[in-house]
């Protein structure tokens, strides 16, 4: 989600997932001040600032517009967490297959190293890849449309 570095969230204990539910903001997946869009292991303030980015640019006034803005806020950020999801997976069948791809040329450039990652990815791999991709253009598609939705209501409404 617009970060470099690293969320190490693959496969949380329960001990691990109930400590950070009852921690900060009255609970992070529970309580009147949780956020539904962001797990818990995901940095809300990331979350935070693509909201006030959205907020600042449509500039809502009404409730019905900052309902819009809230949504396109939300599909930014899962539309940023699937792009994340597909980046991990290729990463990871990069670095799985580093000196296969190391020994079928002798300086193979980064696009060789991602070409034969996606090769090796089984059939399973390649569906949920393929299907992650899908998630984050439907996303993509839904801000698009409240985008066009929220610029209506505000030129029909204004203030």
């Known amino acids: 989600m617009l970060t470099t570095e690293p969320v190490d969230?693959?496969?949380?204990?329960?001990?691990?997932?109930?400590?950070?539910?009852?921690?900060?903001e009255d609970g992070i997946l529970t309580g009147p001040k949780a956020s539904s869009v962001t797990t818990f292991c995901?940095?809300?303030?990331?979350?935070?600032?693509?909201r006030a980015a959205v907020h600042e640019q449509f500039q809502?006034?009404?409730?019905?517009?900052?309902?819009?803005?809230?949504?396109?806020?939300?599909?930014?950020?899962?539309?940023?967490?699937y792009a994340s999801f597909e980046t991990t997976a290729l990463n990871l069948q990069i670095q799985r297959e580093w000196d296969h791809?190391?020994?079928?040329?002798a300086k193979p450039s980064p696009s060789l190293h991602a070409w034969q990652g996606f090769l090796a990815l089984d059939d399973t791999q390649r569906k949920a890849?393929?299907?992650?991709?899908?998630l984050e253009?439907?996303?993509?598609?839904?801000?698009?449309?409240l985008a066009?939705?929220?610029?209506?209501?505000?030129?029909l409404h204004p203030n």
Request: positive net charge; aromatic residues 8%; contains cysteine.
């Open 9 to 24: 969230c693959a496969f949380p204990d329960i001990d691990l997932l109930i400590r950070h539910t009852q921690v900060e």
């Open 137 to 145: 253009e439907r996303y993509w598609r839904r801000h698009r449309a």
């Open 101 to 105: 791809t190391s020994q079928l040329a």
């Open 129 to 134: 890849l393929h299907e992650a991709l899908k």
């Open 42 to 50: 995901e940095r809300k303030e990331i979350y935070k600032r693509i």
């Open 60 to 81: 809502p006034t009404t409730t019905y517009q900052h309902i819009l803005a809230d949504r396109m806020a939300e599909c930014i950020w899962r539309a940023e967490r």
């Open 148 to 155: 066009a939705e929220l610029r209506l209501v505000q030129r």
